[in-house]
């Protein structure tokens, strides 16, 4: 259902329908059929899109090198409060018509940030409490919510790893503003993105404080959100660098490290994005898998990067390819723990159209049911499982199951060698894998 606030904002769009690959109507999904069953749980269920509220009601499109060329006819009073509505307004208008269930959000996304923490903390219950009304009459969902500590100046040598515990108690105030807010809005998970937790130089850095000091502020948060009744996951959100050049949470085998290390690992997994994994010299599918291996693949912020830089353009997905690869380590490993599929992209500084954040929206989702249907039907009408669990036999009987078991030794494994001639020579066959997605592609 639609849910209009006092103006219409995006005129002339209804809500996304699914129409199959055949029809040219622009406006309406080709392969994201909420309501289609594959592997045992609708589309909708399996993905959980979510807006992001920072990208498609604020995103304007400035860059380093000019402003923001999109005129949104939102959020344009000088008042914080009623423009604050009128992007939420538009916010939901945008997530019914795509016909999504969840959203997602910076604290300061839903209302420009105050003078004073209190002040602030006030405009935010306000928001807190026109939400849940739209919430409520549209059924929409918060997938998760954060804490931006990483725009404000005061918070240039980080938040949490800050040098100056001033700073770290300033980011603990705001830390609990934005967890109250999620809780307040029954939000499904709790996400840390370590903005401007790294470092730019060593020679200025106790690198081993600061890291211990991102704990503990994590740790904090879990015991006050546990003890204020939140039952969601932490997400931490790995990336490599940008905007800090050394960033504490790298990739997603360095975020799994800290997690352990700090005590964490109850409370906390991962939020994958895939622009961030190209960034970190992976690729989006690795990531996931590293994630899964340690049953930690919580959440996905869907975007992509472009091959030819090396920056974080946050390019809307659709790359079908890529996505295909990544369903397959999604539906093998269970889909995600908690989490959804979160659009964290931003259309072109030069795509001004408000249809166009509808066309990125349904291309992206689009690219992401195609990727699923692909990998089920990988998993189901190819031998690609036979093909990768004979790659493995080897471990399934004799010697090699008793070395998976831990029954073999050293010792043993020298004698065995011993008694063997060469090993015969077996094909990779990456070939005949590649061939098999693109089959069904
Ligand atoms: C930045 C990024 C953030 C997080 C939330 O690259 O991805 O928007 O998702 O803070
Ligand atoms: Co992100």
């Avoid at 546990?226 to 085998?253: L, V, W």
């Avoid at 030819?308 to 390019?315: A, F």
Wanted: charged residues 25%; negative net charge; glycine residues 8%.
């Amino acid at each position: 259902m639609v849910i209009l606030g006092e103006k219409e904002y995006f005129k002339g769009i209804n809500e996304i329908k699914y129409e199959g690959r055949e029809s040219d109507n622009p406006l309406a999904f080709k392969f994201y059929n909420p309501d289609q069953v594959v592997a045992g749980k609708t589309m909708r269920e399996h993905f959980k899109f979510a807006m992001a509220y920072w990208h498609t009601m604020g995103g304007v499109g400035n860059d380093p090198f000019g402003p923001g060329t999109k005129l949104f006819p939102w959020a344009t009073s000088n008042d914080p409060i009623v423009a604050a509505k009128e992007k939420a307004d538009a916010a939901f208008e945008f997530i019914t018509k795509m016909g999504f269930d969840y959203y997602c959000f910076h604290d300061f996304d839903l209302v420009e940030e105050a003078s004073s923490l209190s002040e602030s903390e006030k405009r935010i219950q306000i928001m807190v409490d026109y939400l849940k009304q739209k919430m409520n009459a549209s059924n929409t969902k918060l997938l998760w919510g954060t804490a931006n500590l990483f725009s404000n100046p005061r918070y240039m040598n980080g938040a949490a790893s800050n040098p100056n515990f001033e700073v770290v108690a300033w980011a603990g105030a705001q830390l609990k503003i934005a967890i109250d807010a999620t809780i307040a809005l029954e939000g499904e998970n709790y996400v840390f993105w370590g903005g401007r937790e790294g470092y730019m130089s060593l020679l200025n850095t106790n690198m081993k404080l600061e890291q211990d000091n991102v704990g503990r502020f994590m740790r904090m948060a879990r015991d006050y959100a546990r003890s204020n009744g939140f039952k969601g996951n932490f997400f931490i959100e790995p990336k490599p660098m940008e905007p800090t050049k050394h960033q504490y949470d790298f990739d997603a085998a360095t975020s799994i490290n800290f997690i352990r290390e700090q005590g964490l690992e109850e409370d906390f997994k991962l939020n994958i994005e895939v622009n961030h994994a190209t960034l970190a010299q992976h690729t989006f599918q690795h990531e996931l898998q590293v994630a899964a291996n340690a049953g930690m693949l919580g959440s996905i912020d869907a975007n992509r990067g472009d091959y030819q830089n090396g920056w974080d353009t946050d390019q809307f997905p659709n790359n079908i390819y890529e996505a295909a690869e990544a369903m397959l380590v999604f539906l093998k490993s269970g889909g995600l723990q908690g989490g959804g599929i979160n659009f964290d992209a931003k259309t072109r500084r030069n795509s001004t159209d408000l249809e166009d954040l509808f066309l990125a929206h349904i291309g992206g989702a689009d690219t992401f049911a195609r990727g699923l249907l692909v990998a089920d039907a990988v998993l189901n009408n190819s031998n690609y499982e036979t093909l990768l669990d004979n790659r493995y036999a080897s471990f399934e009987e004799g010697k090699g199951q008793e070395f998976v078991e831990g029954k073999l030794t050293l010792e043993d494994l020298s004698k065995l060698a011993k008694r063997l001639s060469e090993p015969e020579q077996i094909s990779g066959k990456q070939e005949l894998y590649e061939n098999i997605l693109n089959q069904h592609i």
